[in-house]
């Protein structure tokens, strides 16, 4: 089975640009989470969606951050205008409806973005 | 304060130690637990996963959650320098509008050298 997809792998683009992440999660998942990880701050969700309906956005940082879900297999986090502080990498993961307590979440490979 | 404290190390050991990895956490609505293993630029991936108190043991890793003094462990047995990889704990809670939320700690650094 294929896992959780991202792209690009790296991204390199000059501050103010529009940088747009995308995510196939896996087939027949229910969740998709959107995290960052830095070396100060570890590891942040910034927004999860149940059933392609947004749950928690509590965690996007500024209005430039938005993120959408059309469809089951695809999701993307837009960064508009991108700055230096955003550059970290992006994982896109994705999980099983919850039964008895929360599903294993399965995490691609991420995308390494470097705002210049 | 962060909701969950964790070391980052960097811990190096000699191959075939026992390695001891632990986080704190200040919440106790937390109810499940997990560590994750992320290897040099790969996304993490589950390696254990415990509901409440008590150990849970799969190979070589040994998973305990202590919720009286809320602190978790991971012990790895006869470690590898396969094992070497950042390891984070994450933690969720039971229920309310935040089931099924991860809070990660900082994730600590391991080294196995032969």
């Known amino acids: 089975d294929a896992g959780v997809i991202q792209s690009p792998r790296h991204e390199v683009t000059e501050m103010g640009q529009e940088v747009t992440l995308r995510c196939k999660p896996i087939?027949?998942?229910?969740?998709l989470f959107w995290y960052r990880q830095t070396m100060m701050r570890g590891l942040e969700l910034l927004i999860y969606f149940n059933n392609n309906v947004p749950i928690d956005d509590s965690g996007m940082p500024e209005d430039r951050f938005s993120a959408k879900m059309p469809n089951a297999s695809f999701s993307t986090l837009k960064i508009q205008p991108s700055e230096p502080r955003d550059s970290a990498v992006y994982f896109c993961?994705?999980?099983?409806?919850f039964g008895q307590g929360p599903q294993p979440q399965h995490f691609g490979d991420g995308t390494r973005l470097s705002i210049l | 304060q962060k909701e969950v404290e964790q070391d980052p190390g960097p811990l190096s050991v000699p191959e075939g130690a026992i390695v001891s990895l632990n986080c704190t956490y200040s919440?106790?609505?937390?109810?499940?637990f997990m560590w994750y293993r992320q290897y040099s630029r790969k996304g993490p991936e589950l390696l254990m996963y415990t509901y409440s108190s008590g150990n849970k043991e799969d190979g070589r890793f040994t998973a305990q959650v202590d919720k009286s003094s809320k602190y978790i462990s991971l012990f790895i047995r006869d470690s590898q320098p396969s094992d070497s990889a950042t390891y984070l704990c994450?933690?969720?809670?039971?229920?309310?509008?935040?089931?099924?939320?991860?809070?990660f700690g900082q994730g600590t650094i391991l080294t196995v050298h032969p």
């Open positions: 994450a933690m969720s809670y039971a229920g309310g509008t935040s089931y099924g939320k991860l809070t």
């Open positions: 087939s027949g998942h229910d969740y």
């Open positions: 993961a994705s999980s099983l409806a």
């Open positions: 919440n106790s609505a937390f109810q499940y």
